[in-house]
């Protein structure tokens, strides 16, 4: 059992209750609400003639349904328009902060946190929606939960909850140039499978870890839920602290002295027990693409999709479903597969580093003919940021569509989706059948610059080759 | 699309067994966007969703789906392999999959977060080993019109040859909906004091 881990620190100061059943009640100290997963628990809440608990401890945004192209209300589309309604009705009616669209603070819930300074070491984080995981970047318990879930901390401000296992991921060396973050999580998952991480917390920890910037800790912890882990995290350290210094929610004068010592100390400590332990070597991992249907099915950009016979007995069915959805050939390089959508953007990918990244391959080069590329900031603040570096400029001039902030087509609950048996080159995290809006469309998942360097040369390419010469 | 919808209540208070037919859907790692496609979560209510679960395998295998099979309409008991339910933190999955008539899920093993959703539901996931999920779901496909009897109290299967299997449950979840306690709202309310006193000591809800 795990002893003196952050997550044994952050669990035991958050300890309420034991409850009948022997699950725990938890305090929560962030909730985030969105459009999607929250309208049922309000409704709920008010059939049972409750109040929300700490209306100032919740927090609300609009991303999943809204349009990227005109976001002018009324929305086209109804449903949506009523989802947007019934948010800011339901913040209005119980006290709760909407950082609504047109505000300049609003984007993806899991963007909007952490800019905003909302999201802080050593809390509880929780949220309908699983990608939650994001904010242990900083050192945060955080998690998804469902709706029901939701109800109850808008009720309670707490959890009943289960303690998990500690997984401690350590990561040595340094990521070669041309390789990120998204890579990295990708490739652990390719290790690790989508269910080694059920049951288990994961601390991201060692020199390749110590050197991530936040942003990048962020694609990392997003996406652990991708290999089963309902949360991961990373030890708060001096990059934490310097992300937070100054953001709006983060503390002040000499409260900040303060909350920097106490951060220092939920650090999983040098004697701190692990459940498990697994190491990787970070020089050693090549940008990495899905040729699947789940983002364990990965594969370096200079490798060929498995064959049957390299897969391991058991992953074989899903191999085989995979080989058959995806259309591609067992044995065959995923170097120089086509594309037609490029997409940039999500919670996992949709920072200001991220189109950093992008933009500097795309700068001074042109998408390829027939592909439709998209630019799609998490938030109103990356897209002020990226165009006052001139990045809107760089990625239209280079034949991409700049586009305003939200899920955008990680998900297509909007109107942002492929079509028919499309290939995307996505910066998301999810190559689910049917994910990106189309029952038969396809989804290779890659890093940001991997997906501009895509919509270059109309086909997956290896980005360390365009970043190291002029176009 | 053919709606199966269930005549009977959704689980309310004490649950000690679920009867019932069973549908097999086979497949490692079947997600939540599978299980009830994003496009349905654009609603306000969990209303309409169980006409909509599988949509999408459901369309293309064009009335072949077990959900759509005619012979495993009225069914309560589903039995999946490994990881069932990752991805998305939805609980419009395990809504879609209640609305449809589904009671009990028995399965290889499930995603946290989808386990935790149905528990809030009222429906117990149980587990069985690899070799008996297969040969469950073998016996069942080959036998469709079995009425099973699911146990929460012995964490058991029993077919209607008489044929014992023996499943895992949680001793947590068994426990809350034995009791009926499987809603977790009224027991987290019940500690507001408590909740003050942590509310209290954590320094960032107090300016450190």
Redesign the interface.
């Given at each position: 059992m795990s002893a003196g881990t952050l997550y044994d620190k952050v669990w035991d100061l958050h300890r309420v209750a034991q409850l009948p059943g022997g699950s725990t009640q938890l305090f929560i100290g962030l909730h985030l609400i969105h459009e999607v997963t929250s309208p049922q628990a309000f409704a709920a809440l008010k059939d049972l003639g409750l109040r929300v608990r700490l209306p100032e401890r919740t927090v609300a945004t609009v991303d999943h349904i809204v349009p990227t192209t005109s976001q002018a209300r009324p929305f086209a589309d109804p449903l949506a328009e009523e989802m947007l309604a019934t948010l800011e009705r339901n913040c209005s009616d119980y006290g709760i902060p909407l950082h609504g669209l047109g505000s300049g603070r609003q984007g993806i819930v899991h963007v909007i946190a952490p800019e905003l300074g909302l999201t802080q070491p050593g809390m509880t984080v929780a949220c309908g929606d699983s990608h939650t995981s994001t904010h242990g970047a900083f050192g945060a318990i955080a998690f998804g939960i469902g709706t029901s879930q939701v109800r109850d901390v808008l009720a309670s401000q707490s959890l009943s909850m289960g303690k998990l296992k500690v997984r401690r991921i350590w990561v040595e060396g340094q990521l070669q140039p041309g390789v990120y973050a998204k890579d990295l999580v990708l490739h652990i998952i390719r290790v690790l499978g989508v269910k080694g991480g059920v049951g288990y917390a994961y601390e991201f920890a060692g020199p390749a870890i110590d050197a991530l910037a936040m942003e990048e800790r962020m694609t990392l912890c997003n996406m652990a839920i991708e290999g089963g882990a309902r949360c991961g995290y990373v030890n708060p350290d001096a990059v934490t602290f310097a992300y937070l210094e100054g953001r709006p929610y983060a503390p002040k004068a000499e409260g900040w002295e303060r909350a920097v010592a106490w951060w220092r100390g939920l650090a999983s400590g040098a004697d701190a027990v692990f459940d498990d332990e697994v190491r990787f070597d970070a020089a050693a991992i090549a940008p990495t693409v899905t040729w699947g249907i789940t983002p364990g099915q990965g594969i370096g950009v200079d490798e060929t999709v498995p064959t049957l016979e390299q897969t391991e007995p058991d992953e074989r069915p899903l191999a085989q479903e995979a080989y058959r959805y995806m259309d591609l050939q067992p044995g065959t390089p995923i170097a120089g597969t086509r594309v037609d959508v490029c997409f940039i953007g999500s919670c996992t990918n949709g920072r200001l580093s991220d189109l950093q990244a992008a933009a500097a391959v795309a700068k001074g080069r042109h998408v390829a003919p027939g592909i439709k590329a998209f630019v799609v900031p998490g938030s109103e603040q990356v897209a002020a940021a990226a165009v006052a570096e001139g990045l809107d400029r760089v990625f239209r001039e280079a034949g991409f569509e700049w586009r305003e902030p939200g899920c955008s087509m990680c998900l297509a609950m909007n109107p942002d989706r492929l079509e028919g048996r499309q290939i995307s080159a996505s910066s998301s995290n999810r190559n689910f059948k049917g994910r990106q809006g189309s029952a038969s469309g396809r989804t290779l998942l890659m890093s940001p610059a991997m997906v501009a360097a895509a919509a270059i040369a109309g086909k997956v390419c290896d980005v360390r080759q365009m970043i190291n010469t002029t176009p | 699309m053919t709606a199966a919808m269930t005549t009977s209540s959704f689980p309310l208070g004490p649950i000690a067994a679920v009867l019932g037919r069973a549908v097999v859907i086979a497949?490692?790692?079947i997600?939540t966007?599978?299980i009830i496609?994003?496009?349905f979560?654009?609603?306000?209510?969990?209303d309409g969703l169980g006409e909509q679960v599988f949509a999408?395998d459901r369309?293309?295998l064009s009335g072949e789906h077990p959900f759509d099979r005619a012979e495993l309409q009225g069914a309560s008991v589903l039995v999946v392999n490994?990881?069932f339910g990752?991805?998305?933190?939805?609980?419009?999955a395990?809504?879609a999959l209640m609305r449809w008539g589904i009671r009990a899920v028995v399965g290889e093993?499930f995603?946290?977060?989808f386990y935790?959703?149905c528990l809030?539901?009222g429906i117990p996931c149980f587990t069985a080993s690899h070799a008996s999920v297969l040969s469950l779901q073998d016996q069942l496909i080959a036998d469709p019109d079995q009425e099973l009897n699911l146990s929460l109290a012995t964490a058991s299967l029993e077919d209607s040859r008489g044929q014992l299997w023996q499943l895992e449950l949680q001793?947590?979840?068994q426990?809350?909906l034995a009791?009926g306690?499987w809603?977790?709202?009224s027991?987290?309310?019940a500690?507001?004091s408590?909740?003050t006193r942590?509310?209290e000591?954590?320094?960032?809800?107090n300016?450190?």
């Open positions: - | 497949g490692d790692d997600d966007d599978r496609p994003a496009r979560l654009k609603c306000v209510t969990f999408d369309a293309e490994r990881n990752c991805g998305s933190s939805r609980e419009h395990p809504q093993s995603a946290e977060i935790g959703n809030a539901l001793a947590g979840p426990q809350m009791s306690q809603d977790a709202t027991q987290l309310l500690h507001d408590e909740l942590t509310a000591s954590l320094p960032y809800i300016g450190f």
